[in-house]
C-alpha cells in the first residue's frame, strides 16, 4: 500500500517537474523573441536617426548659399524642406526608441520569469529523486522482508515530497 502511495507522489511531483521545465522553455522563447524585436527596433531607430543627420547635413549644406539656377526651389525652401524632413525623422526616431526600450525590458523580464521556473523545475526535479529513491528502497523492503528498508523509503520519500513543495515557495 505505501508503494501505491508513494507511486501517486511520484506522479505529481513528475508532473509538476515537467511542466515547470515547460514553462522555462516558454519564458526563454518568449525572452528571445521581445529581443528580436527590440534589436528590429534599434536597428530602425539607428536608420531613421541616420537620415536625420543626413537631412540636416543637407540643410546645412543648402544654407551655404549655394545655389543651382536649374533648380527650381530657392535656397530658403530647400533649407526648410531639408530641416522639416530632419525633424520629422527626428520624432519618429523618439517613438521607436521608446518601443525598443519598452521591448528590451519585456525581454529581460521573460528571461528573469525563465530563471525562475528553472529554479523552480530544480527543487521539483530534487524532489522526484527523493520520491523515487523512496519506492526503490520500498521495493527492496518487499524483496528482503526488511524493516529498515521501508522506514528509510518512507524518510526519503517524505523529504522528496518537502523539497518538491519548497518549489511552490521560491520568489
Same mark, same amino acid.
Given at each position: $500500500?505505501? $508503494?501505491?502511495?508513494?507511486?501517486? *507522489?511520484?506522479?505529481?511531483?513528475?508532473?509538476? &517537474?515537467?511542466?515547470?521545465?515547460?514553462?522555462?522553455?516558454?519564458?526563454?522563447?518568449?525572452?528571445?523573441?521581445?529581443?528580436?524585436?527590440?534589436?528590429?527596433?534599434? %536597428?530602425?531607430? /539607428?536608420?531613421?536617426?541616420?537620415?536625420?543627420?543626413?537631412?540636416?547635413? $543637407?540643410?546645412?549644406?543648402?544654407?551655404?548659399?549655394?545655389? @543651382? %539656377?536649374?533648380? &527650381? @526651389?530657392?535656397?530658403?525652401?530647400?533649407?526648410?524642406?531639408?530641416?522639416?524632413?530632419?525633424?520629422?525623422?527626428?520624432?519618429?526616431?523618439? %517613438?521607436?526608441?521608446?518601443?525598443?526600450?519598452?521591448?528590451?525590458? /519585456?525581454?529581460?523580464?521573460?528571461?528573469?520569469? &525563465?530563471?525562475?521556473?528553472?529554479?523552480?523545475?530544480?527543487?521539483?526535479?530534487?524532489?522526484?529523486?527523493?520520491?523515487?529513491?523512496?519506492?526503490?528502497?520500498?521495493?527492496?523492503?518487499?524483496?528482503?522482508?526488511?524493516?529498515?528498508?521501508?522506514?528509510?523509503?518512507? %524518510?526519503?520519500?517524505?523529504?522528496?515530497?518537502? *523539497?518538491?513543495?519548497?518549489?511552490?515557495?521560491?520568489?
Amino acid at each position: $500500500m505505501t $508503494m501505491a502511495i508513494v507511486a501517486a *507522489v511520484l506522479a505529481a511531483v513528475t508532473l509538476l &517537474s515537467h511542466r515547470e521545465h515547460n514553462a522555462t522553455i516558454l519564458h526563454q522563447i518568449e525572452g528571445n523573441i521581445k529581443s528580436t524585436e527590440a534589436a528590429d527596433q534599434w %536597428a530602425f531607430y /539607428q536608420a531613421k536617426k541616420g537620415r536625420e543627420h543626413l537631412y540636416e547635413a $543637407m540643410a546645412d549644406l543648402a544654407s551655404t548659399g549655394s545655389y @543651382d %539656377a536649374k533648380s &527650381s @526651389d530657392s535656397p530658403k525652401s530647400s533649407v526648410s524642406k531639408w530641416r522639416s524632413n530632419a525633424e520629422r525623422y527626428r520624432g519618429e526616431a523618439e %517613438a521607436i526608441k521608446t518601443k525598443a526600450e519598452e521591448l528590451h525590458h /519585456q525581454s529581460e523580464e521573460s528571461q528573469e520569469q &525563465s530563471h525562475h521556473s528553472h529554479h523552480r523545475a530544480d527543487r521539483f526535479d530534487l524532489g522526484e529523486l527523493g520520491v523515487e529513491l523512496a519506492i526503490i528502497l520500498c521495493s527492496i523492503a518487499v524483496l528482503t522482508k526488511r524493516r529498515g528498508f521501508w522506514f528509510s523509503g518512507m %524518510a526519503f520519500g517524505i523529504l522528496g515530497a518537502g *523539497v518538491a513543495v519548497t518549489g511552490f515557495f521560491l520568489r
